[in-house]
């Protein structure tokens, strides 16, 4: 029903920037929050970032200051631009999308993930 493609992953040293992207297609009437959700190995998925679509956004404590979250309403896509990365950044990164489908259901879907990687 809906396809969320993510790209922009990477191998980054400390200190260095990255920006994902995450594009949403499909059976969408109004999307009603975007975000970013990050997995360690042997950790649980947590949240990074998201973006309502009225463009309020929330961070995890640990990237704020550092990391930011907009989005393209016009192309349904969603971004992370990453900064002062840091190794324990290092995770793979999913997009969430919680949309109002064209039979006016609201449901989450996800992305496939993205690896980053913080290393020198």
């Known amino acids: 029903q809906v396809q969320l493609v993510e790209s922009g992953g990477g191998l980054v040293q400390p200190g260095g920037s990255l920006r994902v992207s995450c594009a949403a297609s499909g059976r969408i009437f109004r999307v009603v929050s975007m975000g970013w959700y990050r997995q360690a190995p042997g950790a649980q998925r947590e949240l990074v970032a998201a973006i309502t679509g009225a463009g309020s956004a929330d961070y995890a404590d640990s990237v704020k200051g550092r990391f930011t979250i907009s989005r393209d309403n016009a192309k349904i896509t969603v971004y992370l631009q990453m900064t002062s990365l840091k190794p324990e950044d290092t995770a793979v990164y999913y997009c969430?999308?919680?949309?109002?489908?064209?039979?006016?259901?609201?449901?989450?879907?996800w992305g496939q993930g993205t690896q980053v990687t913080v290393s020198s």
């Open positions: 969430n999308a919680r949309v109002v489908l064209t039979t006016l259901a609201t449901s989450d879907f």
